[in-house]
């Protein structure tokens, strides 16, 4: 038997190393403390949940859902982008997904062409470049820097790459460098992906966990946006709601119309009960909600960045995901430091080079764990002084 060499060329699993580890070290007895992924510890709303029960026992529920998704459900994506972002969005520019991922991955193959390029932002999610890859492209990277607000500076991208590039992956707020879009960014982007016919693909995930009065923006609100791209949003993050798989896709309705065009060949749309808790989280969830689970997040976030800066790490204080983008100390790699922190005190943290080479000199702690774990997590680094070199 032989495997395709897609899989082969599918990037080291970074993370092995550290899940290796904490198997170990759980078999030892070890309590170890998890900053490691980012999946909601709050359970999804009881108002979304009723969605589901109130709709399960349907037997039209039971059948094979259409690709596109209820018309239902694209009239409340209609209604929330209206009242949220004040974009109009006709219906054949709205396509519900099993999740981002799900889309984020199937887009690659409606642009890229073997031999193709996509611009991909360096750190990212790794989906951006596997699903480039799975299609036969080549990722070009995008560095995010600190000192450009972790954008992209898109006067580096060479004119060659710009001219064979069929698509730009942006990502704001971000994950992991938690950095924010500006509108002059945004417009930046429009004027680029209309000079060398590039469509952008804005991935929003982010754009309800905000804090201290931040409001994010949608890409869709920039002039001449639509022509150009599309924003992918999830109900993820923003409605905890990651284990039932619902996001979508708006924006272009010829990326929009080719996205459908792919997904109906690979699957069969968000089982339609499940529809129904998308309708509920996107119709009837109140600003108090997000309010409330967002002040979770920043009394978790406000912690770890005061613990963080007490022992020395530099680390901004983001006002939007749920992530902490610490910097290393000199002389540490970020899976040198990963390796101490979970060697000395049993937390996981995740090593930036994991999401690209820029993401080397960081590391990522998510947010997602509940209170006591991060105050126990917490108290576990308060006046630790770390070595000024690593020991491997
Ligand atoms: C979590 C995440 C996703 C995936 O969201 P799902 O809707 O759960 O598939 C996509 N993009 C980014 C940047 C994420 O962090």
């Known amino acids: 038997m032989q495997l395709a060499d897609r899989l082969n060329q599918l990037p080291p699993y970074l993370f092995l190393e550290i899940s290796r580890k904490i198997a170990e070290k759980r078999a030892q007895g070890i309590d170890v403390i998890s900053f490691g992924i980012g999946d909601p510890d709050v359970p999804t709303p009881n108002h979304v949940l009723d969605g589901l029960k109130r709709t399960i026992d349907d037997?039209?529920?039971?059948?094979?859902?259409e690709s596109d998704g209820l018309p239902e459900l694209r009239q409340s994506i209609a209604k929330w982008y209206d009242k949220r972002f004040g974009v109009e969005l006709a219906d054949k520019e709205i396509v519900p997904l099993i999740g981002a991922k799900e889309g984020v991955g199937h887009m690659a193959l409606c642009l890229i062409d073997p031999g193709d390029i996509a611009?991909?932002?360096?750190?990212?999610?790794?989906?951006?470049?596997?699903?480039?890859?799975f299609a036969g492209g080549t990722s070009h990277m995008m560095p995010l820097l600190e000192s450009n607000g972790?954008?992209?500076?898109?006067?580096?991208?060479?004119?060659?790459?710009?001219?064979k590039a069929k698509i730009m992956w942006i990502n704001y707020p971000n994950n992991p460098t938690g950095g924010l879009a500006t509108p002059e960014f945004f417009s930046e982007v429009v004027e680029f992906a209309k000079k060398y016919d590039i469509a952008v693909c804005h991935d929003a995930c982010y754009s309800e966990v905000t804090f201290d009065g931040y409001v994010a923006p949608s890409f869709l609100q920039t002039a001449g946006a639509k022509e150009v791209g599309i924003e992918f949003h999830s109900l993820s993050k923003t409605y905890n709601m990651t284990g039932w798989r619902v996001g979508?896709?708006?924006?272009?309705?010829?990326?929009?119309?080719?996205?459908i065009r792919v997904k109906s060949n690979l699957d069969s749309g968000i089982p339609q009960a499940i529809q129904y808790?998308?309708?509920?989280?996107?119709?009837?969830?109140?600003?108090?909600?997000h309010s409330s689970?967002?002040?979770?997040?920043?009394?978790?976030?406000?912690?770890?960045v005061d613990t963080l800066l007490s022992i020395g790490l530099e680390v901004n204080r983001p006002k939007s995901g749920f992530y902490i983008w610490a910097k290393c100390p000199e002389g540490w790699t970020s899976a040198q430091l990963a390796t101490e922190l979970l060697d000395q005190h049993a937390v996981v943290v995740?090593?930036?080079?994991?999401?690209?080479?820029?993401?080397?000199?960081?590391?990522?702690?998510?947010?997602?764990?509940p209170?006591?774990?991060v105050k126990e997590g917490l108290k576990r680094l308060e006046g630790w002084k770390l070595p000024s070199r690593p020991s491997s």
């Open 59 to 65: 037997a039209p529920n039971h059948r094979y859902p």
């Open 119 to 133: 611009l991909i932002p360096d750190p990212a999610y790794p989906v951006y470049s596997v699903g480039t890859m």
């Open 150 to 163: 972790f954008r992209p500076d898109l006067s580096l991208v060479p004119e060659d790459v710009a001219k």
């Open 248 to 259: 979508m896709a708006v924006g272009n309705k010829d990326l929009i119309d080719a996205l």
């Open 277 to 289: 808790m998308g309708i509920e989280a996107l119709d009837s969830t109140t600003s108090e909600w």
């Open 293 to 304: 689970n967002n002040e979770i997040y920043r009394k978790r976030r406000d912690l770890v």
């Open 350 to 369: 995740t090593p930036g080079r994991g999401y690209g080479e820029a993401g080397e000199g960081y590391i990522r702690l998510s947010l997602t764990t």
């Open 371 to 373: 209170d006591n774990r």
